[in-house]
């Protein structure tokens, strides 16, 4: 026990304390140990350090840069829209929201790239088969409308600066194409300039799919960051790659340190590891951002995780020894930004919080907030087409609990949605309440609370419950409990995760108040 003194017995039979120097010493140190394994065990790591993910939840293909002491970083928003959402951070551990980049649906938003150029920030990205860009003076906006630039059948838009100052897009397959000075258009036609590098052929992958490719200048030498061996699929499947030139025309060199990130087989806890994104810090040290799955948790998306580089004598980089993305790592320096990243809203002010997104359809027309109630008018004439409003949920075990009042001809309630075939959720109209997973009603039972009343999904890592109260509080089970593991992209696709949120259908409207999301504790 910490803090316990040294005893022993005394020629009398006395007890006597002994407190010499050495055995004082002795103490002390072993206190300090076992207050220092106390802190690991309920803070999960030592202090100065962070543990993976740096951001719990879907936040695939990640894009960084620094300006200043200031960090920004966007990523693949998919079928969630508004899209591209724009995080800040100045220690790259703790980050916010502070916008979202895209408000017109142009398709499923692939991995997108963030670059500051001549004061300016551009997004480029893939949705719909080709490729967009939006710009903005600052990147809390307004960014403007996406612009075509005409790029089908690539994916993964990187952006360079040559030696002469001309603009290029890297792209998927090893391509690269010339922009236009104001960086809004193409000139010319891709050209082939990167085979990628083999790996092994014995390795379990889902394909080779060169891809992501992210631009680095350092030293005089153009780094080209990718990814290969597919994004989901196997453990092992996921890979960063690295190869340099002298010129953004090449020829490129693969690096001797490659993979620089790669899951090694299924006993780890992170699956899938890949798509590099590389930052300098304000100290001048070096890191990667980056995605993978968590073992178990596919259904979570890929998370983004961080680990530090460091450059070799002759010019190349790679992960330290020793470090990997299960343990801790010493945290870079800098100041936690003081904005939150919690999912709950009280809907205390005139909209909604950044936290939300539609899925697909984005009518934010359906939604008004108004003295702590979010009022949601139906859409569609079933759950299939009511587009829920969802939050990207990031636990392992968490719960969400919201009160709800029912006007006429809406149905309306709580759900746990991947997409259109894979979701769980509970629904309450003025008649009854149900209990869904995917298309098929599981429980149907009278709607003892009426046109008022709380709702309440359990999800107890990847084991579902759902509950209904009158009063929120006598919490009501609803039957039984669901298994949800395989709602992810290996089963159903689509690169999506399980997100909560709300939903209502039908030509009435429903008043929500006080959705709270709780995370449970973390294994």
């Given at each position: 026990m910490i803090g316990r003194m040294m005893i022993a017995k005394g020629l009398d039979g006395r007890t006597t304390h002994k407190r010499s120097p050495r055995r004082m010493a002795v103490w002390f140190l072993l206190c300090l140990t076992l207050m220092m394994t106390e802190q690991i065990r309920v803070f999960g790591q030592p202090s100065g350090?962070?543990?993976?993910?740096?951001?719990?939840?879907?936040?695939?293909?990640?894009?960084?840069?620094?300006?200043?002491?200031?960090?920004y970083m966007t990523h693949s928003s998919f079928d969630y829209y508004p899209?591209?959402?724009?995080?800040?951070?100045?220690?790259?551990?703790?980050?916010?929201?502070?916008?979202?980049?895209?408000?017109?649906?142009?398709?499923?938003?692939?991995?997108?790239?963030?670059?500051?150029?001549?004061?300016?920030?551009?997004?480029?990205?893939?949705?719909?088969?080709?490729?967009?860009?939006?710009?903005?003076?600052?990147?809390a906006g307004p960014w403007s409308d996406p612009m075509d630039l005409k790029l089908p059948g690539f994916i993964d838009p990187g952006h360079l600066v040559g030696p002469d100052g001309k603009?290029?897009?890297?792209?998927?397959?090893?391509?690269?194409?010339?922009?236009?000075?104001?960086?809004?258009?193409?000139?010319?036609?891709?050209?082939?300039?990167?085979?990628?590098?083999?790996?092994?052929g014995s390795w379990s992958t889902e394909c080779f799919c060169l891809e992501s490719p992210k631009a680095t200048v350092r030293n005089g030498f153009y780094y080209?960051?990718?990814?290969?061996?597919?994004t989901a699929g196997p453990a092992t499947s996921h890979m960063v790659v690295s190869a340099r030139a002298n010129h953004p025309l090449g020829p490129y060199q693969n690096s001797p340190y490659?993979?620089?990130?790669?899951?090694?087989?299924?006993?780890?806890?992170?699956?899938s590891q890949g798509h590099g994104s590389l930052v300098e810090d304000s100290q001048g040290k070096w890191w990667m951002l980056y995605h993978g799955y968590e073992k178990g948790y596919h259904l979570l998306g890929r998370q983004t995780l961080m680990l530090p580089i460091e450059w070799t004598a002759d010019n190349w980089y790679k992960v330290p020894d020793g470090v990997t993305s299960e343990n801790p790592v010493k945290a870079p320096v800098g100041t936690s930004v003081d904005g939150n990243m919690d999912l709950s809203d009280h809907f205390g002010g005139s909209q909604p919080g950044i936290q939300w997104q539609f899925f697909k359809r984005y009518r934010p027309e359906r939604v008004s907030v108004d003295n702590g109630t979010l009022?949601?008018?139906?859409?569609?004439?079933s759950f299939d087409d009511s587009s829920p409003l969802l939050v990207n949920s990031g636990e392992q075990a968490y719960e969400i609990t919201v009160e709800y009042e029912l006007g006429d001809n809406v149905t309306a309630g709580l759900t746990l949605f991947y997409?259109?075939?894979?979701?769980?959720?509970?629904?309450?109209?003025t008649a009854r309440v149900a209990v869904f997973i995917q298309k098929g009603a599981k429980i149907r039972e009278p709607n003892f609370a009426g046109r008022h009343g709380f709702l309440r999904i359990l999800n107890d890592r990847n084991e579902v419950s759902f509950y209904l109260s009158k009063e929120g509080h006598d919490w009501h089970r609803v039957e039984r409990s669901l298994d949800i593991t395989g709602?992810?992209?290996?089963?159903?696709?689509?690169?999506?995760?399980?997100?909560?949120?709300?939903?209502?259908?039908?030509?009435?409207?429903?008043?929500?108040?006080?959705?709270?999301?709780?995370?449970?504790?973390?294994?």
């Open positions: 350090t962070y543990l993976n993910p740096v951001l719990a939840g879907d936040y695939p293909d990640p894009s960084i840069i620094r300006v200043g002491a200031d960090y899209g591209l959402l724009i995080l800040h951070s100045r220690d790259l551990v703790h980050w916010e929201r502070i916008t979202h980049a895209l408000h017109k649906v142009v398709g499923s938003v692939w991995a997108p790239d963030l670059v500051c150029h001549e004061g300016v920030f551009y997004i480029y990205f893939p949705a719909g088969g080709t490729n967009w860009v939006v710009w903005s003076r600052s990147p603009r290029y897009l890297y792209l998927s397959h090893g391509a690269i194409v010339q922009l236009t000075d104001d960086g809004l258009a193409t000139t010319g036609l891709p050209i082939d300039i990167y085979k990628g590098w083999d790996f092994p080209l960051t990718t990814a290969e061996g597919g490659n993979p620089i990130v790669h899951t090694a087989d299924r006993s780890q806890r992170w699956w009022s949601l008018k139906g859409e569609g004439s997409n259109e075939t894979a979701h769980v959720r509970i629904a309450v109209d709602y992810n992209h290996n089963v159903f696709g689509q690169f999506l995760s399980l997100r909560a949120g709300l939903f209502a259908f039908g030509t009435g409207t429903v008043g929500f108040r006080n959705f709270q999301y709780k995370p449970l504790e973390r294994k």
